[in-house]
Each structure stands twice: as C-alpha cells, then as structure tokens.
T-cell receptor, first 111, second 113 residues
Framework: GENVEQHPSTLSVQEGDSAVIKCTYS??????FPWYKQELGKRPQLIID?????GEKKDQRIAVTLNKTAKHFSLHITETQPEDSAVYFC??????????FGTGTRLQVFP | GAGVSQTPSNKVTEKGKYVELRCDPI?????LYWYRQSLGQGPEFLIY????????DSGLPNDRFFAVRPEGSVSTLKIQRTERGDSAVYLC???????????FGQGTRLTVV
C-alpha cells in the first residue's frame, strides 16, 4: 500500500544552523505534499506545502523541494531558532485523496 | 465553527466497553479524515470521507472500528469491545478536498484500562 518514509527520526542542531528533513513516498499518483509541525500536546499545524507542478517553494526561513522522478521531498529550515523545536511530519496525498503521513522527525534546536 | 472540534478531549474507558468519538469539521469542508496517533508516532490513517460516504476505510484496523458521517458534516468514530491497544490520541482533520490544507482538531485522548 501507500507509504511515506521520513528521516531522520531525531535531529539536533545549534541555533542558527540549518535543518533538513527528507521524505520518500511510494504512490506515484501523489500530487500534494504538506509539512506539519506538532508541538507537545498540540494538534499538527501546516507550515508549508508543495504541489506536484513545482519543484521548490519557499516561505521565509522554510523551504520545501520536490523531486517527482525520485519520489522524494525535503524540508529545509534555515537560521533555526529554539522555537522551531517540535516534531515535524511530512505527508503525501495520493490516489483517491488519501493523505498519508511520515513517522515524524523530532527537531531540537539548542541555544 | 472557527476550527475542527473534537469531543471529548479525554476519554477513559474500561476494556470491553463501547466508545464514540465525535468530530465537528470546519463548515463547508467536504473531506474529513480520521487518524490515530500513538506516542512518538506519526498520524496513522484510519478512514477518509468525501461528503457522506467513506471514500477509503482501508486504515481501520479491524471490524471493531466503524465511522459514520450521515449528513456530510459531523462524523463519529465508533469502537466496540475496546482493548488496551486501542489507547491513543484520535485525530480528526477536514479540508475542502483535493490538494488543499487539512486542518486538525485537538484530538481525543482515549485510554482503555
């Protein structure tokens, strides 16, 4: 069935450094790839998304890249800040609008 | 309402009991998803509604789990003969459909003792 793999599971960076999280998906019909941030005890919230007709999208310190041929996409956070610490989930919307999530990356930004 | 609302926020039940979890999506959102999230894991897909019909229920773990959305708005996730392994946070999300943002509710934390 459809599957989304996410790496790494944990990531620790120094404040100001960049963080990169990578995902791969299995359903070649996938055409929408959102990224969610989940703080402890809270609901997941969308931080950025990308559709299959573009290869890159940027929003201030956050960017997402998509390689449809290789079926992978990545989240890039530059100039990380302590408030970026959270769990990040990638997801892929595939055939029949089924939205499948990765297993998450726990990001810790140390001051 | 302003966002996706789930009730109750917490539910403790005894093994073997029946529970119902409710989701009120954002008004006008035709797509509704149910997920289960265990500690340290990503949201696990359970079922997806488009309007009143279940477009994909392939994530329901077994026949103890069932969900309805009779009028295309509020949805109820029903779990029969609960087991301790059912303990998790159950998340609901809604969207206008297609490749658009899905908004999550705050979840229902289910604990089966």
């Amino acid at each position: 069935g459809e599957n989304v793999e996410q790496h790494p599971s944990t990531l620790s960076v120094q404040e100001g450094d960049s963080a990169v999280i990578k995902c791969t998906y299995s359903d070649s019909a996938s055409n929408y790839f959102p990224w969610y941030k989940q703080e402890l005890g809270k609901r997941p919230q969308l931080i950025i998304d990308i559709r299959s007709n573009v290869g890159e999208k940027k929003d201030q310190r956050i960017a997402v890249t998509l390689n449809k041929t290789a079926k992978h996409f990545s989240l890039h956070i530059t100039e990380t800040q302590p408030e970026d610490s959270a769990v990040y989930f990638c997801a892929a919307l595939g055939f029949g609008d089924k939205l499948i999530f990765g297993t998450g990356t726990r990001l810790q930004v140390f001051p | 309402g302003a966002g996706v609302s789930q009730t109750p926020s917490n539910k403790v039940t005894e093994k073997g009991k029946y529970v119902e979890l409710r989701c009120d999506p954002i008004s006008g959102h035709t797509a509704l998803y149910w997920y289960r999230q265990s500690l340290g894991q990503g949201p696990e897909f359970l079922i997806y509604f488009q309007g009143t019909g279940a477009a994909d229920d392939s994530g329901l773990p077994n026949d103890r789990f069932f969900a309805v959305r009779p009028e295309g708005s509020v949805s109820t996730l029903k779990i029969q003969r609960t087991e301790r392994g059912d303990s998790a946070v159950y998340l609901c999300a809604s969207s206008v459909g297609g490749n658009t943002e899905a908004f999550f509710g705050q979840g229902t934390r289910l604990t089966v003792v």
